[in-house]
């Protein structure tokens, strides 16, 4: 049996003359072979498979080989009949209408338009060729329906237009993106922040800092920031660093200490972290150094729960929604 390349979405759909043609030439190979009295052994199987070929179900390939069934007259006026697959198409094709919502059909100029551009330039997309006509050409596609990029796209893979897959090599090397991002469980470091007093969720106390590391689009390899927030007084450290490590965090830490010097402790009481490892050092921040004498208190957010350290901002946001008037801080 002869091969043809059916789309699985083409499935109990509208046929084209190529499935038409195919079904009945096959047909009449078939009746070749087996032209004994012995003929319709295996003829169940064989429409069987046509129609899995095919796409369709084996009712409509009946009813395709008794309208493509006709008759004719020879030289002699004798009568007898003849498979054709035009006959079955053509009386098959009245008594299917076009949708009148097929966008295939609405916009068969603005689809030609798009092929022609593309055949007499290779080096343009489809992406590239819709858009340029869209923007740039619009007293070609002003008064034409037009279609998307993905509607093209996907009647080039069921094989509605003149353009093939192989003939856009960029759609042939383009490889979707795999949703296999996964998460791995981090460890909490140091004391928890739910372990953190009330009386710093109130911000009436100073001394009480938020700390984040900034990094560049290039993923902190021309440096970054360590920025410290005051929860009080909102007083804020923007301290650059040469790289993304917790050797520099803590010994900007050590400088803080040493510009401060014995009031270090009394204006980093604490100072909370998320769970980056760029804070791993966190046990040597929190004393000073060479000693075990204690400088500060290390506290840090749930992983995965930024908003742990956004509290109070979601207190005046429940206080704004509540109350239906804007808040002041």
């Given at each position: 049996m002869n091969t043809i390349t059916i789309s699985h979405k083409s499935k109990h759909k509208h046929l084209n003359f190529q499935?038409?043609?195919?079904?009945?030439?096959s047909l009449i190979k078939f009746?070749?072979?087996?032209?004994?009295?012995?003929?319709?052994?295996g003829k169940t199987q064989f429409i069987k498979d046509i129609a899995s070929t095919v796409g369709t179900s084996v009712s409509n390939v009946y009813s395709i080989i008794k309208d493509a069934t006709i008759t004719v007259r020879d030289y002699n006026l004798n009568e007898h009949t003849e498979l054709s697959a035009l006959a079955a198409f053509n009386k098959r094709s009245k008594n299917h209408k076009i949708p009148n919502n097929s966008k295939l059909f609405k916009a068969h100029d603005f689809i030609?338009?798009?092929?022609?551009?593309?055949?007499?330039?290779?080096?343009?997309?489809?992406?590239?060729?819709?858009?340029?006509?869209?923007l740039h050409e619009k007293d070609k596609t002003s008064n034409i329906e037009t279609v998307s990029t993905k509607t093209f796209y996907n009647y080039?893979?069921?094989?509605?237009?003149?353009?093939?897959?192989i003939d856009l090599p960029r759609m042939l090397r383009r490889k979707q993106k795999k949703n296999d991002k996964t998460f791995i469980p981090k460890r909490q470091k140091g004391t928890p922040i739910t372990e953190r007093p009330d009386s710093i969720e109130t911000r009436e106390e100073f001394g009480h800092w938020e700390a984040d590391l900034v990094v560049g689009p290039r993923n902190g390899r021309n440096g970054a920031?360590?920025?410290l927030i005051e929860r009080k007084t909102r007083f804020y450290y923007m301290i650059p660093i040469t790289s993304q490590s917790s050797k520099k965090v803590y010994m900007q830490i050590n400088r803080l200490h040493k510009f401060y010097g014995d009031s270090f402790n009394q204006i980093f009481k604490s100072i909370t972290f998320d769970n980056g490892s760029e804070f791993s050092r966190w046990k040597d921040m929190e004393k000073k150094p060479g000693t075990k004498e204690k400088r500060t208190t290390i506290y840090f957010g749930r992983p995965y729960h930024s908003c742990d350290r956004c509290q109070y901002w979601k207190s005046i946001i429940d206080k704004c929604y509540s109350t239906g008037k804007p808040v002041i801080t």
């Open positions: 499935h038409y043609e195919f079904i009945i030439n009746n070749a072979l087996h032209s004994d009295s012995n003929r319709n052994i030609t338009l798009v092929e022609d551009e593309m055949k007499s330039n290779r080096l343009s997309s489809v992406d590239e060729t819709i858009h340029h006509l869209i080039i893979h069921q094989g509605c237009i003149d353009i093939r897959p920031y360590l920025t």
